[in-house]
T-cell receptor, first 116, second 113 residues
């Protein structure tokens, strides 16, 4: 069975602070895909990044960066110099490669509140 | 290009009624998945359709059903609505069974009273 754990329910930071959102996953598949999505109040899930299990290279996109470590089954997300517009709920998700592979298993989400 | 379109955006129904939600995927995407989001259970997979065939189904009662048409548009139906069916229903489309990622619609917020 697949499982994604986001232990941080809610995080509050002041604008310009850096913040890291944690994601730990469990899967028996050797090939799998990890995702981060942002959900603003409007409800739509906005795709942020995809990472496959064979690519452990960290990625940076503007103020966003992701740290994928297979040894600890973690896929953490860091926002540098946070802004008010970053306030949203962030979900980490896992797609396996066997059985009901094409479904996404989501974590419970981390609500990020960025204040001035 | 147009994103994933879900209609209606909001819906209020009475217990015992049935409801049909619609999802139009991104042009060229043949895979459509449905998810239910509630405060208590989070985001849960309902089912996935590919080329008009249901490929996967989540752990939901038979009151939840869906279908996909030849133009890849999908509908999901919930019969005999219960209060617990109140949720945000999200549709996602993908090009390659989700390997490259899923694009979600804005969802349909269903309230059962």
């Amino acid at each position: 069975a697949q499982k994604v754990t986001q232990a941080q329910t809610e995080i509050s930071v002041v604008e310009k602070e850096d913040v890291t959102l944690d994601c730990v996953y469990e899967t028996r598949d050797t090939t799998y895909y990890l995702f981060w999505y942002k959900q603003p109040p409007s409800g739509e899930l906005v795709f942020l990044i995809r990472r496959n299990s064979f690519d452990e290279q960290n990625e940076i996109s503007g103020r966003y960066s992701w740290n994928f470590q297979k040894s600890t089954s973690s896929f953490n997300f860091t926002i540098t110099a946070s802004q008010v517009v970053d306030s949203a709920v962030y979900f980490c998700a896992l797609r396996g490669n066997t059985g009901t592979a094409s479904k996404l298993t989501f974590g419970t989400g981390t609500r990020l509140q960025v204040t001035l | 290009k147009a994103g994933v379109t879900q209609t209606p955006r909001y819906l209020i129904k009475t217990r015992g009624q049935q409801v049909t939600l619609s999802c139009s995927p991104i042009s060229g995407h043949r895979s459509v998945s449905w998810y239910q989001q509630t405060p208590g259970q989070g985001l849960q997979f309902l089912f996935e359709y590919f080329s008009e065939t249901q490929r996967n189904k989540g752990n939901f009662p038979g009151r939840f059903s869906g279908r996909q048409f030849s133009n890849s548009r999908s509908e999901m139906n919930v019969s005999t609505l219960e209060l617990g069916d109140s949720a945000l229903y999200l549709c996602a489309s993908s090009l390659a069974a989700g390997i490259m990622g899923y694009t979600f619609g804005s969802g349909t917020r269903l309230t059962v009273v």
